[in-house]
């Protein structure tokens, strides 16, 4: 199974995006009021929305797609078109230019894209704990993540924000550094090689296949962006923030449902997506109820954000140098309503 | 003086172009507001190309590894290729099919196997530049070989000549203009089959070719750099191409002058 960002087409695919921007102008779009001379929101009234997806429809997008077959986003009043994603696609891009209302990316994405003048704003936090790691054999016997550095082979992509926080963090020597294609196949033949991975992706493969995956958290090494953040354009928010507060509620009450019975939501996940079978399903909506639910959503509602995590992040990334001053926290996200 | 005037004729066209145009591009960026990291504008490439002239002279240097060996591959399989199928049609028949595989698959899709039969790194890049870039000299060196002038071919087996002598004398001196466009099809061809390649069989850290370079710029959301490293890219394969273009020409004038 290929997994995350195995950007092969994804420099083609974004320049062929490019030419929106030229071909509309690109001016700033004044939105025909939704849901029609309305206003609020009616069943059946609104405008559709579409919700653009990073990634294949897995268990990590559960919640939206519960929300759309419990009927949560319809009580809403709204009438949402969930695009499920694959490699390469340029989520930031497409909802900064309105081809998607909403979309789901990892939350230094939507600093980067701010930093170079994007105006997208962070709604909902899926993830509060990143669920990226780096995987290696555990008969390697190694207790600390600095470790996969010193020996063996270890794919990554180098763009990554948090491979460059890993670099600059810990002194690498030794281990041969090579891009990460997407799979476990070099997994699977080699002990001493290691790789990038997403806890409910590649460590439940591998797994499944006999190996002795282990995997350390990036976010233990203290590194952790909120994950399959919900954005949307911030003039959206300006002009219409009853519909976005409706899908941000709507997608909650989605999430709250798929935590407490993946079972439904993964039977049709399963129809969607045929690189996972339903063992495969099970297994990885359990690996992220940790990383989705946490004490601090006991507390502020599933999805909150919280401004100083906001502004760690900031903080790493100008001391990564991926961007060159601090952006302003407070404009770049909302974080829902606690219910 | 008449060559300075080629010269000019040929150079001035294309260059005015593209100052306008990207005049127009950077006016048009600036006016409509457009954010960087969607468009970036004209200079702001320039500047990222400039800044980051280590970085892309080294990765510059790894894809071209990558693509000349992949190119020298091409040659020396392809032409030997061309002429085995030159030799029968039944062979031709026979082969012929399976070198358009080559032509037609995914290199995309290949490159994983790739790495896992090769390892990262320049064996890898290189047979993906390789597989990308051979069907063209082994089309147009057996297309070459099978329009030689009849009437020499009966001369030559009048004389009795031997299959080698054959060849080398008569067969591959009339196919040089033909296998020159396979060669200068084959040179832009390879630099994309190692780019493609290095999208997952590249080494990402110290010797990382143009491809992991794009790739990471468009991680980081730095389009500037990522056309700049994307030019960079078509520039490689326009001066192997213009160096392929150059040899052919010569070797042209020099088989020409000995008729």
Known sequence: MIHRSASLVA?????SLLALPLAFGCHKKT?????GP????????????????????????????????????????????????????????????????????TADELVLARARGGDVVAVFATFQTAPHGIMVHSSRGLTRIEQAFDSGTLALETGLPYIAYLRQKFHWSGAKIVAYDGGIAH?????????????????????QKGSDPQVFLIADAGFNPYTTVVITRGELVKQNPDRVRAFVAATAAGWRDYLDDPGPTNKMLGTLNHAMDAPTLVAAAKAQLPLIETAETKRLGLGAMTRARWQTLVEQLVSLKLIDHAIDVDTAFVSPEAR | MGSTKRAFDTFIPPLLTLLLVGVVWEAAVRVLAVPAFLVPRPTAVLAAGWNERVLLASAVTTTAAGALSGFALSLIFGTVAGLFLSLSRTLERAL????????????????????????????AVSVSAFIVSVFPIIANTLAGL??????????FRLYGANTADSLLKLGLPSAVPSMATGWRVASGLAVIGALVGEFVAGFSEG?????????????????DLLFATVILASLLGLSLFAAVSLFSNRLLRRLRARV
């Open chain 1, 11 to 15: 420099g083609c695919r974004w320049l």
């Open chain 1, 31 to 35: 939105e025909p009021a939704p849901g």
């Open chain 1, 38 to 105: 309305g206003a609020t929101p009616a069943a059946g009234a609104a405008a559709p929305i579409t919700l653009a997806l990073n990634w294949l429809p897995e268990p990590e997008f559960g919640g939206f797609y519960a929300a759309r077959e419990d009927g949560a986003y319809k009580r809403a009043g709204l009438d949402v078109h969930v695009q499920g994603g694959g490699a390469g696609v340029p989520v930031v891009q497409m909802v900064a230019t309105g081809r998607a209302d909403f979309g789901t990316v």
């Open chain 1, 187 to 207: 997994f699977l033949t080699d002990p001493m090689f290691g790789q990038q991975c997403y806890i409910t992706s590649e460590p439940i493969l591998a797994r």
């Open chain 2, 96 to 123: 012929y099919p399976y070198a358009l595989f080559l032509q037609t698959v995914p290199i995309v899709a290949v490159a994983p196997l790739l790495v896992l039969w090769f390892g990262p790194g320049l064996r």
């Open chain 2, 146 to 155: 099978r329009g030689v002038d009849a009437r020499l071919t009966d001369l």
């Open chain 2, 207 to 223: 010797s990382a070719g143009l491809g992991i370079t794009v790739l990471a710029a468009y991680r980081q959301l730095r389009t």
